[in-house]
Structure formats: structure tokens, C-alpha cells
């Protein structure tokens, strides 16, 4: 959907299926069909993920209390991943709707459904599940953020997908909202240029990287970042949990705040 060509290293499932297609000199546009295929590969994943649980030999009241969860993290994730389709720097949202896009399409079910998800399974108290939800949430949206850094400014070699394509696709995210509301008012109207500009080239965007260091929106984002790291870690302090439970979530905590790729 962001039209990034590399995932993890490799070739984007859309660019793979138009690759097929257009090797076999099939009817049609191969970037069409491409992306038809992947939206169709997406579905399948989606049915075996529900087929894999089902059929996982979980008990059926282990289920019954997972289902739920399952239920709200596909439905977030539907409506997050609309939001951030339609998600414009034209528009000049303000910081709380843009981590409320980020918290829908991507934190949520990359962290705190899961985690919510587990302790269900498990039979965990309510307490137990509301906290690790704290946690995850805090961490979700950390994620995210990290991640909007590293779309920006990040190595495609490390991250293994396109770098870039967010301010190609002027799209309004924590990073760019962030520097304009940090800017001062020359500043502003140079990243109001670079925002409202059809099609920015390499150069320019280039341009609007250095423009948003210069606003100070890379420092202010590494704060929220700390910001919910610190409140993340403060929520296991109000779980009992084994140790070795404890140490498992510390680690993950700074893996997902302060990861390259």
C-alpha cells in the first residue's frame, strides 16, 4: 500500500507477482496485476493465521478468551491501515491524530494485542492482562515512532525496505508533523513548499530531510520515544510475574525502542 519495492531485504510481494506476470507475457499491467495478486496473497495469510489458531490444539476456553482480542487487532489494524492510506501532509494533522493512525495500523497488533492476546491464552488475571496492555501499548506506539525515524533518515541496507517513500508520498507522519509544528515560520514555509509540492524529486526530498533536522524533530521524537520506554518499564512494576518473564519484556522493550532496522 506504500508502494515500497523491498521488504525485509527482498523484493515486495506486488513487485515479485508484476516481475511473474510480466516474464509470462501475460494480458494486462503487470504493476496492476501485481498488486491485485499481493492484495489476494494478503487474504490468504489472513485466513491461514485463523486457521492456524483454531487448529493450533489450544483449548477451546483458552479460545473462547482469545477469539476477542483476535477479533479488535484485525479490525484496528483494517481501519488503522484506511486511516493511513488517506493520511495527507497536506492536511496538516495534528501530532495526537498522527499517533492515533500509528497506534491503529501498526502498535497495536505489533505489540499489545499479542502480548494481550498471550495472557488470555494463559488464563492471566484481568489486572495482569490490562497492564501488559499499558506496556504494549507504550511500546506499540515507541515502535512506530522509531520506525518513522528510520523511514526518514534510516539505511535501506539495515532496514531492508525502501527509504524515503513517506516524504515521497507526502504522507503526514509523526516525524514530518513533528518538524512542522517545531519550525519556526521561515522554516515552516520552506517544509510547507516541500509538503505541498507535486511529486518531490530526489533532491528536494533531500531537502526536507535537512530541513527536518534543522527543526529539531529528530531530538524531539527520540524524547517521546524515552517517554514511553520509561512508562513501558514502569507498568512491569505493577505486574507479578516470574522473573524471567520480567527480563523477557525489559529486553523487548529496548529492542523495539531502539532498533536500526
Known amino acids: 500500500m506504500d508502494e515500497s519495492a523491498l521488504r525485509r531485504g527482498r523484493p515486495a510481494a506486488h513487485v515479485l507477482f508484476s516481475r511473474w506476470h510480466r516474464d509470462r507475457a501475460l494480458t494486462g499491467a ?5 498488486e491485485s495478486a499481493a492484495v489476494l496473497l ?13 487448529e493450533s490444539g489450544i483449548d477451546a476456553d483458552a479460545l473462547a478468551r482469545v477469539w476477542p482480542r483476535y477479533d479488535d487487532m484485525r479490525i484496528e489494524l483494517a481501519i488503522g491501515q484506511f486511516a493511513d492510506l488517506v493520511n495527507d501532509a497536506h492536511a496538516f494533522p495534528t501530532l495526537d491524530e498522527v499517533l492515533d493512525v500509528l497506534r491503529r495500523k501498526s502498535g497495536n497488533y505489533t505489540v499489545r494485542r499479542p502480548l494481550e492476546i498471550g495472557a488470555a491464552m494463559s488464563g492471566c488475571s484481568a ?21 518513522d525515524l528510520l523511514g526518514v533518515f534510516g ?27 517545531l519550525a519556526d515560520s521561515p522554516l515552516r514555509r520552506q517544509l510547507s ?7 518531490p524529486s530526489y533532491a528536494e526530498i533531500e531537502r526536507w530531510q535537512t530541513l527536518i533536522t534543522r527543526s529539531g524533530a529528530v531530538q524531539w521524537i527520540e524524547q517521546l520515544i524515552d517517554e514511553r520506554l520509561t512508562h513501558a518499564l514502569g507498568c512491569l512494576d505493577l505486574m507479578e510475574v516470574p522473573e524471567t518473564a520480567r527480563v523477557a519484556l525489559e529486553d523487548m522493550a529496548v529492542i523495539c525502542t531502539e532498533r536500526v532496522a
Request: some cysteine; glycine content about 10%; aromatic content about 6%.
Open 30 to 34: 503487470s504493476a496492476r496485476f501485481g
Open 42 to 54: 494478503g487474504d490468504l495469510c489472513l485466513v491461514w493465521a485463523g486457521k492456524m489458531l483454531r
Open 155 to 181: 539505511s535501506p541496507t539495515l532496514t531492508g525496505k525502501s527509504v524515503g517513500t513517506d516524504l515521497a508520498a507526502q504522507k503526514a507522519t509523526s516525524v514530518v508533523v513533528a518538524a512542522h509544528h
Open 127 to 147: 489486572e495482569i492482562v490490562s497492564a501488559l496492555g499499558d506496556y504494549g501499548a507504550a511500546i506499540g506506539e515507541a515502535f512506530q515512532l522509531r520506525d
Open 193 to 199: 513548499e516541500l509538503m505541498s509540492a507535486s511529486q
